[in-house]
């Protein structure tokens, strides 16, 4: 039995200075139950605990880790950066390399402009979206999560599910109206809003494959039917790719499924595990933005030379290391592979859901293509399983609405080591 007394005692310190004593919700393990664990390290596939337990991890802070924690490259590239100091709030050499690289990476990107996270990318695409199109709407879709911007919180998937309520109190009818909700891999649903609301809608957002309902992938021509509207339409077509970017290809969910967007919102591995997020795309909509456009978007630690030097460090290695996406992409198929057999040998029928390095275990046994389908999973079984593997030291993400996301430092020792805990904990759940 793994001790946690360090954990529970700064839990409890926490909750008295931070709203729940976490800095973001789904951190609170609200929807597996226990008190989440604070975390002292990591290094390559582990991560270690404040009472010294360790894990193999699966979360890799949501994304970035895609190499492993710690990795050297990156960390050099910071041990350089923190003598120059640690920001300007000025124009340095490395946000154009950077915006080189990326441009260089994803084709459909021309212009891209830095931001601090996946929510200021979002919001700044959305508005940008509105103020190239002078339209209003937004179409988002159930169970998508793109940050807590007031415009994506109705219907939001990730931690605004582990509370129960995936709509949030403080934002205004107004907003909210503006928002309109389709259904993943559903396209007359997305036909009808937007005949509904004829020349109203500016954008439509949406996951490529949806990482934040647990991992669901666009179903047959689902994405380029997407598109196709948007052209029919003078939609903007907004790729939410801050998980999927350089996670699933070098150019991302986008390159993988063959759609061009118009505008790419980015996060996650894009700063190599720093506050970074950035959004781009097609240059005559992003001169709308301010110093050249009407559109206003600013931040004072855009562009964090830090960040960026984290974040070049990463792109560039991934850019001259395409093998990664195959390396990853057998290592998660085998992980998968491995807790099929498990559940053929237990008789169990539990839905799972891979797209390159990111999957998820639905507890349901109906396959899971949209919120629907995903909500019908058993929360409650996927509780107990989070905690039978967290005891055996595989570190899951807390929540069935989420993905896992494996790392290049998972080697097949360990993907034998997971899939023996997945098997372990699936018979003990079954007595
Ligand atoms: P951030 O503001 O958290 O950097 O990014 C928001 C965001 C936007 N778009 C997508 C597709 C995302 O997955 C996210 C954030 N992802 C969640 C994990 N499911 C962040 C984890 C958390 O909220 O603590």
């Not at 951190?27 to 597996?32: Q, S, Y």
């Not at 990591?42 to 949501?62: F, R, T």
């Amino acid at each position: 039995m793994l001790h946690h007394e360090h954990s529970h005692l700064l839990f409890e310190n926490a909750q008295k200075y931070i709203p729940g004593g976490v800095n973001s919700p789904v951190r609170a393990f609200k929807a597996v139950g226990g008190n989440p664990l604070f975390i002292k390290s990591a290094k390559g596939p582990y991560i270690y605990d404040e009472d010294g337990n360790q894990y193999i991890e699966m979360i890799n802070s949501w994304g970035p880790m895609i190499l492993g924690h710690a990795n050297e490259m990156v960390a050099e590239a910071l041990r350089e950066a923190i003598p120059q100091s640690v920001s300007f709030g000025a124009p340095t050499a490395k946000e154009v390399a950077i915006a080189e690289l990326i441009v260089s990476m994803v084709p459909s990107i021309e212009k891209v402009r830095m931001v601090n996270s996946g929510t200021e990318a979002t919001m700044s695409a959305a508005r940008l979206a509105r103020g190239y199109t002078g339209r209003d709407k937004i179409i988002k879709f159930r169970g998508c999560y793109h940050g807590h911007g007031d415009s994506f919180l109705i219907a939001a998937g990730s931690g605004a599910m582990t509370t129960g309520v995936p709509d949030s109190a403080g934002v205004t009818k107004g907003t909210a109206l503006d928002t309109l909700t389709a259904i993943y891999n559903d396209i007359e649903s997305v036909e009808m809003l937007v005949a509904q609301n004829k020349a109203q809608v500016a954008a439509i957002i949406i996951e490529p494959v949806a990482g934040n309902m647990g991992c669901i992938a666009p179903q047959q021509n689902f994405l380029q039917q997407l598109r196709d509207l948007c052209n029919r339409e003078g939609i903007v077509l907004i790729l939410d790719e801050v998980m999927t970017g350089f996670r699933l290809a070098k150019g991302g969910a986008q390159e993988l499924y063959g759609v061009t967007p118009d505008l790419t919102t980015l996060g996650k591995i894009i700063g190599g595990g720093l506050p970074v997020g950035a959004y781009g795309g097609k240059q005559e909509i992003m001169d709308f933005v301010s110093p050249i456009g009407p559109v206003y978007q600013a931040g004072t630690l855009s562009g964090n030379p830090m960040a960026m030097a984290a974040g070049y460090a990463m792109l560039s290695y991934l850019n001259s290391h395409p093998e990664v996406y195959t390396q990853l992409e057998e290592t998660t198929g085998n992980i998968v592979n491995g807790i099929r057999q498990n559940m053929e040998k237990l008789g169990l029928n539990f839905t799972i859901n891979q797209v390159g390095s990111m999957f998820s275990l639905f507890f349901t046994d109906q396959p899971v293509c949209d919120f629907e389908s995903a909500t019908a999973s058993d929360t409650q079984l996927f509780g107990r399983y989070f905690r039978k593997m967290l005891e055996k030291g595989i570190y899951l993400a807390p929540s069935q609405f989420e993905a896992l996301f494996v790392s290049t430092a998972i080697t097949p020792e360990l993907v034998e080591t997971i899939v023996q805990a997945n098997f372990d904990s699936l018979q003990e759940l079954q007595k």
